[in-house]
Structures are given as C-alpha cells and as structure tokens.
C-alpha cells in the first residue's frame, strides 16, 4: 500500500526539476493532438503515461501544481529533505509486484532500502506493544506467545490471510475453468468477509481486546476503524507488507524522478501549473480537455489521476446517468492528516526506534481513539505514526551531515479547515498560522514518549494540514485516501478504470485503493486498457478543440 501522510507544505521540490523543452510550464496554445492526455502526475498518473509512451503512443501529462509527483513529490528547507507522502512501500524486493512493475517500465534502478524485518511497525498500547515482522508465521507466533488461549484463532485468522493473499495474487491471472475452481476453493472465507468489517472479523476470531487492536495497528494507513473498515482492504494489507516493508533510496523523489526523465527520454509533453478545468466530450466520448487558461488539447483517449468526483464534475458534454451520478454524490471521502516535519540535530537519540515505524495509540479501543480524531479537536487525538527517515536511509542525504529527520502523523477531518482551502499556501493568515504551532507544540510533545527530549533538539519545523493537501492535489475535503475504504466503497464497489463515458479512464486512489502500490497498479492498468483500445487515430496537425457545451 505505501503509507501515505500529507503533501509538502512548500511548492519547491526537494530536487527540482527544471523546466525542459517537454516540460514546460502552463500550457501553450493547442496546435497538435495527442494520442493520450493524462490529468496529474501523482503515481498513478506518471504509471499510466509511462505504459503508454513506451508503447510508442504521443502522451501530452498535465500537472495542476508547480511540482510533478503529486504524493512523491518532495520538499525542502534548510537542507532538510522530507518525503510527505511516501514511509513505506510493500512488495519492493525481489519478485515482488512492485518491483515488477518498476522492472516492465524501464525502472531497474529504483532502489529501495529495507526496514527492520524483526519489527517494521512497532504497535503501542498503554498496556501492551508489539512488532510487526516479516513472515505471516513469524507474527502469528509472536502473537501466540502473548497470547497462548488464543492460538486456535490465530491459527485460522492467519490461514484467512494466506487465502486472501493467494486470492488477490492469482484473481486477474485466472485463464480457463481449472484455474477458476483452484482459486473459488481456496477464496471461501475470503468472500465470506469480503463485505464485512474489520471488527466483525476480528470479534470472530478473537476474544482478548489488546490482541485484535494489535492485529488492527496499522489501520491508519487506510484512514478508518475497525468498526467501518474494509475487512477485505485491511486483510490485504497485512499480507501486503508480510514478504517485507521498504522506503525508496533517497526519498520518494528517486521515484518521481525516474518517472519523468524515463517520460521526457520517450519524447512525452509534461506540462506544470496546467490546471483542467474541463473533459471534454463530442458524442458520449472524451475527445481532450480545456485548461483554466482557455486553451483546449484533444486526444484519442484521457486517463485522470485526480480523485473520481473531480473527475466526473470536469466532464462536460456528456450524460454520466442517473445511477452513477448518484454514486458519484454519495461518496464518502477519507480523513485527512497533519503532518509535523522535523530537522532535528544529530545529539538526539533515534538508534532504538531506527528503521521502524512507531503507531502509538492512547487505548486499545481503536473505535473510540479515530472518534477522537474525527471530533476535529487534535488535543483529544492521542494517536499518531512516528518515523525517522533518516535512519531508514542513512546514506539519502535526507538532511544535513549531523543532521536527522523526524515526522508524526495524526489523522484529522477536512471539513474544520475548509475555510483556507483557497488561500495561498504561505499566506493564510496569523489564525492558521497560530494554530499549526499549537499542533505542532502538541504533537512533538507526545512523540517524547518514544524520542525523550525531543524538543530540544528541534531546529526546523514545519506543520502541514488539510488545507494543505488541498492546496497541492486538490484532494476533495483534503482527504488522503481517496473514497473511504468501507465495505460500500471497496472493490467491486469501488470506481472502475473505464470510466461510464468512452474514452476516459481513472486510475488513483479512487480505483483499487490508497497507498503507492495500489495507485501504480491503477496506472499500469488504465494505461493497458487504453493501449487495448483500438480507435482510429486523427492526423497529429488536427486543429485544436472548440469548448464543449456542459
């Protein structure tokens, strides 16, 4: 999945990316066509016209901001480098779907480094902590030994989740009715949760509360409680990190980077501070987009990485159908975040927690501690996610020679900080400015239970909200997960790659899920569908399209 956080309270990337001959600024006046038009370059987007370019197709990739990499793009200050959307990938080592991905694409030298595999999340209670590790069987036992009256559970809880793996593994490769039979045999009890919740599954399997919190740690990382929870989408995540966890070498702007020089080498037109305004339609089918600007660009095909009811409200032109029109309206968004970045010098002492991920939560009752946290009051909100990033890349020249960083993670509503979701991200006034130092204040002080004398040490702080993200992805309510993950919102019931109009696809969080993986493998399967596609394809000099009637 890829944990997710915040984007970058500063417009300047950590390494900044030059304007080329391909990779302008704004757009200019539209006087070729393109086979693809992709809206946004977060992973899915730099995924989806990455497939396309190396299939030989002219891609022309829009970027709202002033950065490509949407959630990959990082951001400095004072030499401090943070990575606001990226703290740990799964499925990054050797055969892993990740890494094959990256492999298909060109991308061989992306690298990553390993978290600590006797414990990459660290889950802590008042009353009870534990690692998580690499190996399905290595956690179970871990689990058991704390837990000895509960083995029988453990034991069929963790056979669910080799099951739910096999199954998510093998469900797009099925070709022929044996495969079909092997994979219904084995998927039983993985459709028996499938639309259930994570607490009804963990209340089936477990009577000790301490041991199904553990078992719901990293629920964060998808932004909802066990009560409301996907159990299918938390199940999947656990096996997702099960064969390792990993953080990019040199920080999430080693993958951006790679996207857009592989994209620039295959000759594609990356395009900054290009905002859609509209998708365009000509008989039921997405013929281009209109920038704010006023200029127009066709293509054969358009893929958005923006969030799904962005999308479909830029659609002009055509009838999307009362059905899902009221899908679309009913959305329920996910949560937002703060985020507090810190530099902080090198006398702090950070070697016991190293390259783990720290999940601190204020009771065992997950339910109770995400109300407090969606009450929209950070002071009740005693749950947050703490990292070191430079201790899981100390040769990343993530921050000055001497020199470490440190980032906490709190979930939070959008809705409080709507009112500066317009403002210039540097300029929202004394109120909001206030209040980021209050959070920040808060938070560092909590994080001392697990960095003692933190404050101290501090010498750069910087504070991002939901405004925030906002500003930066144009995340509906901020949110950072795209649809929330409940059961209603999850796959089948989640958006599918082609969109209800010819022509369009959505890859992103709103497709498969939230999180790095999933939104790449989005990418990589809008690019394939409209590679599928065969369309007739206009002379590359047609004439730029008139704006659509709404």
């Known amino acids: 999945f890829g944990k997710g956080a915040s984007i970058s309270p500063a417009s300047a990337g950590a390494r900044r990316l030059e304007a080329s001959p391909r990779a302008r600024d704004g757009a200019a006046m539209s006087t070729e066509r393109h086979e693809v038009i992709v809206i946004g ?3 899915g987007g730099l995924v989806a016209a990455l497939t396309c370019a190396r ?20 951001f400095s200050r004072r030499h401090f480098h943070f990575d606001p959307g990226i703290h740990y990938v799964g499925q990054a080592g050797p055969g892993g779907s990740f890494r094959h ?31 998580n590790c690499v190996g399905l069987d290595r956690f179970r036992d871990r689990l058991a030994a704390d837990f000895p009256s509960e083995r029988k559970g453990l034991d ?26 092997q994979l219904l045999g084995r998927s039983t009890g ?40 996907s159990a299918l989408m938390h199940l999947g995540l656990l096996t997702h990190y099960a064969t390792g966890a990993y953080f990019p070498a040199g920080g999430s702007g080693g993958i951006r980077d790679a996207f857009v020089e592989a994209l620039e080498a295959e000759g594609t037109t990356l395009r900054r501070n290009a905002r859609v ?44 159908g009362r059905r899902f029109t009221k899908k679309v309206e009913k959305v329920e968004q996910s949560l937002g975040s703060f985020v507090v970045f810190l530099g902080v010098d090198g006398d702090l002492e950070t070697s016991h927690i190293g390259s783990t991920n720290v999940w601190n939560y204020s009771s065992t009752d997950i339910d109770q501690v995400f109300a407090d ?31 470490q960083t440190v980032e906490i993670v709190a979930l939070t509503p959008g809705q409080p900080w709507e009112k500066w979701f317009a403002g210039n991200t540097m300029r929202r006034g004394e109120e909001y400015a206030a209040l980021k130092d209050e959070i920040g204040d808060f938070y560092v002080e909590q994080a001392e239970k697990h960095l003692p004398g933190l404050r101290e040490h501090v010498v750069l702080r910087e504070v991002a909200t939901p405004a925030t993200n906002h500003s930066y992805t144009l995340a509906p309510e901020g949110n950072i997960y795209g649809p929330a993950h409940t059961p209603a ?49 206009p002379s590359i000099q047609a004439a730029p399209l008139e704006p659509a009637t709404r």
């Open 41 to 43: 370059s977060g992973i």
């Open 55 to 74: 299939a030989g197709r002219s891609v022309l990739l829009l970027e709202a901001g002033k950065q490509f990499g949407g959630y990959t793009n990082p």
């Open 101 to 131: 991905l990256l492999d298909r694409l060109g991308l061989p030298h992306v690298g990553f480094k390993e978290l600590d595999p006797d414990g990459f999340d660290h889950y802590v209670f008042p009353d009870y902590d534990v690692k």
């Open 156 to 181: 069929r809880f963790f056979q669910l989740l080799r099951d739910t793996d096999y199954a998510l593994s093998k469900a797009r490769r099925v070709k022929g009715l044996k495969d079909a039979a």
């Open 190 to 229: 993985v459709l028996r949760w499938s639309r259930a919740t994570l607490k009804a599954c963990l209340d089936h399997h477990f009577d000790d509360v301490r041991l199904k919190a553990a078992l719901a740690g990293p629920c964060g990382d998808l932004g909802l409680p066990p009560a409301r929870m």
């Open 277 to 320: 305004e509209a998708i365009l339609t000509e008989g039921g089918r997405a013929t281009g987009v209109r920038l704010a600007d006023g200029s127009t660009h066709a293509a054969d095909a358009v893929i958005s990485n923006v969030q799904a009811t962005t999308t479909f409200d830029m659609v002009e032109g055509a009838e999307l």
């Open 373 to 403: 946290a969606a009450s929209g009051d950070f002071r009740k909100n005693g749950a947050f996610f703490l990292t070191v990033p430079t201790r899981k890349d100390p040769d990343g020249e993530l921050a000055p020679p001497g020199m």
């Open 489 to 537: 919102q999850t796959i089948p019931f989640r958006f599918k790659t082609k969109a209800p109009v010819e022509g369009l696809y959505l890859c992103g969080a709103s497709v498969i899920g939230a999180g790095i993986v999933p939104c790449a493998s989005s990418g990589r399967a809008a690019g394939k569908a409209v590679l599928a596609e065969r369309t007739p394809r």
